[in-house]
């Protein structure tokens, strides 16, 4: 049995990509949401109407942040800000990540 506080790796990488999706939906409350993402290459994501996160589960590339790129590597946190252009590029093979979406529409607002 796969408790809905407790989602493994294995069961991620199994979950079906629904119908013109590019992620699985693994669990979803409130605002947030979790997804298991592959970005394939070229990574054809566009801006997104909420904050997220990605937690990096296996692989390597470098990460596209409105004008900034980062090396990426597992283990690695990746935030991008509601409705910023962002994309994984040359991502080594099995590159894998989860995805939490979160917040309102068009993003938190900082604090201060």
């Not at 809905?4 to 013109?20: D, M, N, Q, T, V």
């Not at 390597?60 to 991008?80: H, K, M, Q």
């Not at 509601?82 to 979406?101: I, K, M, Q």
């Amino acid at each position: 049995m796969n408790p809905k506080f407790h989602i493994s790796r294995a069961s991620a990488e199994a979950a079906p990509l629904p119908p013109g999706r590019r992620s699985a939906e693994l669990l979803r409350h409130g605002s947030m949401t979790l997804r298991w993402y592959a970005p394939p290459n070229p990574d054809p994501q566009t801006p997104h109407e909420q904050d997220e996160v990605y937690i990096v589960a296996a692989g390597s590339g470098t990460f596209l942040c409105g004008t900034e790129r980062a090396t990426f590597g597992p283990g690695d946190a990746l935030f991008v800000p509601a409705n910023v252009v962002h994309r994984f590029e040359d991502c080594a093979p099995g590159t894998a990540v989860w995805v939490v979406f979160y917040g309102p529409e068009g993003g938190e607002r900082a604090a201060g």
